[in-house]
Structure formats: C-alpha cells, structure tokens
C-alpha cells in the first residue's frame, strides 16, 4: 500500500490526489443511481469516521482506553435536538449549534477525564463503560418531572441544515442534476472530514502530540520528562470529546430523530474496533478501518440472502445470523493475521515486526 | 571526584510517606551535598523507592523537602525538570516503541533551545557510543543494560543538576551493572550530584562517599562509604558476611 501517507505535507505529486478528489465529488451521484440508500449508508461511514478520528486522540495518541465513547456523541446529539426541534421549541441555527454540542462534549470529556486521571488499561475501561451507560440512562430518564430528553421517545423533528436558501432536508435540481438532501449532507460531512484530518495531523506532529504518545509509553516516565501528564491526558479527553460532539450534531440533523437507543454500549464497541482494526495511532488507517467497518455489514446485508438463495436455492440461515458472523469471523482473522491493524502507525509495525524476530 | 560544597543541594526533614493507612517512610531526614554522590541502601520494602518517588514528587508525602534552598513539598512533579532535579525511575521507564533518538529527545521536552539539544543528543551518543550504533532502533529492542543507560541519557537531556537514580543495577548481568555504574561516574565527574538507590549495597558504596541504610522505613546508619564497608552491621545485612 503506497499512498502518499504524507499527505498533509506531500506537494510533488498531485495527480492522485485531484484524481481522488474527483471521485470523492462524483461519488454521491454515482451512489445515488444504486439507490439513495448507498448515499445515507455512505454518510453514516463518514460520521463513523469522524467518530473514530475523535477516539483515536484518546486511545490510538494518548493510549487510553475508552469504552464510553458513544456518550459524546449522544450528547453532542441530543445538544442538536434540543436547540432546532419543536420539543423545547428552539430552532437555532445549526452553524450555532454544532460548536456548541462540540463545547459541551468537550465540557463532559473533561468531566470524565478529571476523576479518571489515575486509572489506567482495564480499570478505566470500566470506569469510561460506565459514564457511557449513565449518559444513555439519563437521556431515558430525564423526560419527568421536567421533561428534557423525552425519554425512550426520543426528539423527532429535528431541523435540518440550512444555508440561505437550501435547505439540507429538501431535494433541490442544479442544472438537471438531482441533488437530494443525503448528497447535500455528505459534501458538508467530507468538508467536516478534512477539516478534522488536518487537526489530527497536525496535533499528531505537535507537541501535545509527543507528550500523548509518551504518556502511552510510559506515564512515570513522561512524568520525569516534565510532561504535566494530568492537562495532557485531560485534554486528549477533552479533545476527542469535542470531535465526538461535533459529529454527534450533525448526526441528529440527518436523522431528524434521537433516541437513547443510538449511543448502545454496541456503538462504543463498534467505533473502537474501527480504530483498532485500522490501526490505533495512525490516521489513515483508523480512516480504512472505520469505512471498511461501516460498509462491510451493509454490503453483506445486501449480499447475503441473494448468494444463499444462488447456491442452495433456500434460506438456510437467518440472514442477520449469518451476516453476523460473517462480520465476526472478518474481525478475528484481521486482528489474527494483521495485530497491528490493517494499515498500522509505523511505531506499532516496528514493534510488532519487532516482536514476530 | 568533586569535592562536596558546603551547601546542601538537597534536604529531607521528617520524610513520611503512607499508602493509604500503612507508612512505607517513617520520618526520614537526610542531605545531599552539591556536587556529592549519595547512596541509599536497603533491602526490599525497605522505603527506598518511595523514599525517592517522593523527591521527584512522584507520590505526596509530608514532612519537608528542600531543594537548592526551595521547598518543592507542594510542587507538581513536572516542574521539577526545570529546576535541574531529574529521576531515572526504577525498572527504566524508557519509550519503549520510540527510538533511540527519539526517547533522547522527549528528555528535552521542557526545552526550547532546538539547536542545544542536537548538540546535547550528540554528546550523549559520545559518551554512550553503543547507542549511537542503535540511533534508529526501537527503544524496547534494547538490551537491559543499554536501556538502563538510555533513560540515564535521557534524563540528561534535561540538563539536571541533581539526578535521583532508582535502581539501576536491577535485573541486570553483573558485566552490564558494572558499565552501568562507570556511566553514572562519569556523569558525577561532569558535576552532576547524584542520589543513588541500590540493593547492591557493595558497588554503590564503592562509587559513593556517603551512604544511608534504610530499614522499614527509617535509616537506621549514616556514615560515610569506607565506614559503611566496614560495618558489621552493613556487612552482615547486605554483603552476605
């Protein structure tokens, strides 16, 4: 695989980098004559995405493991719905509304961080499983006696995006061309993306980034280096909180719907595999890993029944069963036969080629 | 040797150090002169490592720390760098995935002075030229005596003037502990002071003037080194006599 992993800074060869912009722009369309479904599945991959990107601030840069991440993203979620839905009657405008969701998961991952600071691997695992559930309990509580959250209901109606006269929600034609809202979203989602690459390069090079990577390395250690590990560690949770926010809102735009049922401990597991599977640290591989992740299950949601049918002219299988475990089995040869994940930090390959002598 | 400066660099008054409700150091107070090379013995559990964790404030303790003349009880641990008081911790502590170059490096994370600290990674490699060889390598593909000597490298990066060293000896073959220790003397020659903390008992007392032994939690002698040798109590506790 040799795609310019230097991409940030790579300014000799440009042809693949228009070609793969071109695609990326023409890809929606292309989608959207499979089915607009494609274009809403191709979204979610790039919310996921971004959710991986926030998760690997906390576990692939600064090694701390985090099993509740989810939370961030409901929050950020539920910011949304409460500011632009007819629930509590705002209707704020989503340019307001996104840094806002993103400061108040900022505000909640330092919450976490702050009484977590000591824990390390295992213990706060557990401890970031369990603020993950409380957040999802809350949302399904708090609808009495003051209804904030509308419990297991959930917020329905939520506004969607608006810049001047387009509106996010609405099918509009530019020059025959018909652009639904799902593509409209997804030129805002890829715009989101790049925006949160180049943070995450640039933290990654920084000097923050050099302390999260030795507080993964060794803690005591970091310490004696004059490292204040305690702002460090807080800020990478603050840090991947805050992309948790941000994607979280504009999640609650495209469905137009939360609910507590979104951020399951399953989504906290599911975004943390994406990270480990593409490769903990590196952000081209957390990228390979959260798409592969999101597509393959739909993929095979589309493949599974017609191929059973082709071969043994009858369902022998559940479909979901078997998609299931397709999925499952793809998960335990990838980490069997790639550890380090599918396109690995280099200092997670040196280690693990290091470690195969 | 340099000769020791009348002026404490270092002081403990009272040290205690408790783990929720058990004492591991039990009032402790001794000094380390400028330019001196101290050593603290003791056997396991004796107090000694969080004797020296609560000097590089590490782990809270009471009592009174003072370094060059500052109380630094209260200060957080990664302030310290900058003051000149820096910790080799015990079992290495190296970045094990960086290299070699880079674990050097992070020594100087406090620093700004880029082309200072070339020059000093590149003084480093003199002094230790078997890491030069390895510049490149991941710091975990080390052997542990070169480990040893890389985090005694990267603590001075950090240009300290007092070094806390923790065990350096530990788990290593007695060819590399004895490397080991002709590094942390050259270091003293440069003018480092030094506060040591073994479990072998007769090469630090080789290497040191001064030593205090540690027993569950309190010192229970101090004397200077050619005295500690000759003790019997020193003999017979830790010389295997």
Known sequence: MKIPTNFLHNKGNIAPMIALAIALIALPFALALVGTAWVRITNFAVLFVLLSLGLNIVVGFAGLLDLGYIAFFAVGAYTYGLLASPHLGVHLPFWIILPIGALVACIAGAVLGAPTLKLRGDYLAIVTLGFGEIVRIFMNNMAAPINITNGPKGIAQIDSFQIGPIDFGKVDTLGGLIVSGPIKYYYFLMLALMVVVIINGRLKDSRIGRAWVAIREDEVAAKATGINTRNIKLLAFAMGASFGGLSGGMFAAIQGFVSPESFILNESIMVLAMVVMGGMGNIWGVIAGAVLLSFVPEILRYTVEPVQMAIFGKMWIDPEVLRMLIFGLALVLTMRFRPAGIWPESRHRREMTAAAK | ?241
């Open chain 2, 1 to 241: 040797m340099n000769k020791p400066e009348s002026s404490p660099l270092l002081d403990a008054l009272n040290l205690e150090v408790h783990y929720g409700g058990i004492a591991a150091v039990k009032g402790v107070s001794f000094s380390v002169m400028q330019g001196e090379m101290v050593c603290l013995l003791g056997a396991n559990g004796a107090g000694k490592t969080s004797t020296l964790k609560a000097l590089a404030r590490m782990i809270n303790s009471t009592g009174e720390i003072r370094y060059a003349g500052e109380k630094i009880n209260e200060l957080p641990s990664h302030v310290l760098i900058n003051k000149g008081l820096a910790l080799v911790p015990e079992g290495r502590g190296i970045f094990a995935r960086l290299t070699i170059a880079e674990n050097l490096t992070m020594g100087a994370y406090h620093r700004q002075d880029k082309a200072e600290i070339a020059a000093d990674v590149e003084r480093i490699f003199t002094m230790l030229p078997r890491l030069k060889e390895r510049e490149n390598q991941v710091a975990g593909t080390l052997s542990g005596g070169e480990q040893q000597m890389l985090a005694i490298g990267r603590a001075l990066m950090g240009r300290p003037k007092l070094l806390l060293l923790d065990e350096p000896s530990m788990g290593l073959a007695p060819i590399m502990v004895a490397k080991v220790f002709e590094v942390i003397q050259s270091v003293a020659a440069q003018g480092v002071t030094i506060f040591l903390v073994e479990q072998n008992a007769l090469l630090a007392l080789k290497v040191c003037s001064r030593g205090y032994v540690m027993e569950s939690g309190k010192i229970t002698i101090s004397d200077t080194a050619p005295n500690l040798l000759a003790d019997a109590r020193v003999r017979a506790a830790y010389l295997g006599e």
